[in-house]
């Protein structure tokens, strides 16, 4: 066991873990959060992804080791209850999701796309989204909701 130090959702944590104990184990186990989730365990459906430095990755699959240093962020870290993020309010709107399952993969990749193109076309979705799995058949609504967040977020700016 290894005191490992990471930043989650902007507070400080330290972590007493195997350095290539998946970073996904750790934030579900020691720091108690509910999202991500464990899917597949392989990295392909997308229900363990965080942000670290923005960019979309598979917890299940990457060592906390690999953290240490870098920003994180879960669906925790987006918005709270009383004020949800716009993606999170664009979601609930939209009701995007049937069991919600695999909703943190779509939200958190969702929102590290709008930051990089706050105006994205069908390509940019298609791509952004291409390996997240939803077996309800969400899509249409997920696609709405995301262009709802992109316009919420744009009046915003």
Known sequence: MNSISLQVNGQAHVVNADSDCPLLYVLRDDLKLNNPRFGCGLGQCGACTVLINNVPMRSCQLPVSFAVGKHIVTLEGLGTTEKPH????????????QCGYCLNGWLMTAKALLDQKPNPNDRDLANAFDSLVCRCGSHIRVLAAVRRAAEEMKGRA
Do not use: V
């Not at 716009?86 to 999701?97: L, R």
């Open 86 to 97: 716009p993606i999170q309010a664009a979601f609930i709107e939209e009701q995007a999701f």
